[in-house]
């Protein structure tokens, strides 16, 4: 782990090389605090919203950093140009969300390596040996909406799958545990289709509307975030059939428990962004002071399930925190 002063050094002397550009100022740690950036993939998208605001409150016990944050707005060009400004304008920690970790696995061991370290936050393939990771397992969260879901579907129901960006790790690993736990156990499970909703609430409403125009029968709506089950629940209820049909997402959000609550959807998995955050925070601070010598650290979070049974206690902590408004 270099100093605060030996990365500007190096950072200046590669600008001189013509590798970077702008100015470059050589300060000790003790004169300004640590310069944190954080890369979300996309600040429109609830989960990453709401991870940037508990960052935010974390770093704001720490007086010697300070938190940017560079929205990627859903473009993996975005973010590895931000990424490279954040090197290049000498901050002194990275905190990525990461579209597609494997995009940018190499990158992230290389800044490293160089001397900037960095963090996988919320999505990570832990393929890069030195680069913290502060995530909730996502085959866990999808484990436990699976089998919830297995608990209450009907042995013969018919249902649709809501599915994250391609090629997501966390997309890929939720489904993988509705497989494993409930689709495999199930012979009698038909899954009438299954699309891409990105993340996005749009896309699971209009996915919906369309879905409930070529089939009958739809029991449950078994979706790899809450977002695109709260919009297939709304195309639902404009179509008169919401009650007719279950809804299963994950992350746990203010909007997720507000449903369950309401008896609008069925179980969701909370990743706890108030946790990660904190323990993303603690680690970047140790890390950037020396406390942490080896320069990087890799924390599962504990997953939750959220049901009727238990969503009062959500719908508590979030009006408490400002999720939600009495």
């Known amino acids: 782990m270099k100093s605060k002063k030996v990365l500007s050094v190096l950072l200046a002397a590669g600008m001189v090389a013509g590798l970077m550009t702008g100015a470059a100022t050589t300060v000790s740690a003790a004169e300004e605090p640590y310069k944190v950036a954080f890369l979300p993939t996309d600040m429109s998208a609830t989960f990453a919203s709401w991870l940037a605001s508990e960052l935010e409150t974390a770093f704001e016990a720490y007086d010697d950093m300070e938190l940017t944050i560079m929205d990627s707005k859903n473009e993996l060009n975005t973010q590895i140009s931000n990424m490279e400004t954040c090197v290049a304008q000498g901050y002194d920690y990275i905190i ?14 290389s800044y490293i390596e160089d001397g900037t370290p960095m963090m996988n936050i919320n999505l990570d393939d832990l393929q890069v040996e030195k680069a913290s990771s502060v995530i ?32 997501n790790t966390d997309s890929i690993e939720r489904r993988r545990a509705y497989e494993d736990v409930l689709f495999s156990q199930n012979e009698n499970i038909t899954i009438l289709d299954e699309q891409l909703g990105d993340w996005e609430k749009s896309k699971g ?36 059939v919401a009650d007719e049909i279950m809804f299963f997402g994950v992350d746990g959000l203010a909007d997720a428990a507000v449903a369950i609550e309401a008896e609008e959807m069925d179980a969701t998995a909370l990743q706890d962004a108030q946790v990660m955050a904190e323990e993303g925070a603690r680690i970047v601070h140790e890390v950037l002071t020396g406390e942490n010598e080896e320069g990087y650290e890799k924390v599962q979070i504990p997953v939750t ?17 400002g999720m939600l408004s009495e």
Do not use: C
């Open 305 to 321: 399930l959220i049901t009727k049974d238990n969503v009062d206690e959500f719908i508590t902590r979030y009006t408490e925190n």
């Open 136 to 167: 909730a397992n996502p085959y866990d969260l999808g484990t436990v909406v699976a089998e919830k879901a297995k608990e209450l579907t009907p042995e013969d129901a018919n249902v649709v799958v809501l599915l994250g960006p391609s090629g």
């Open 205 to 240: 409403m209009e996915l919906m509307e369309n879905w409930l125009q070529v089939h009958d029968k739809i029991d449950a709506v078994i979706s790899m975030n809450d977002a695109m089950a709260i919009g297939a629940y709304e195309a639902a209820k404009d179509a008169g």
């Open 96 to 109: 990525l969300l990461p579209l597609e970790p494997a995009a940018t696995d190499d990158m992230v061991a």
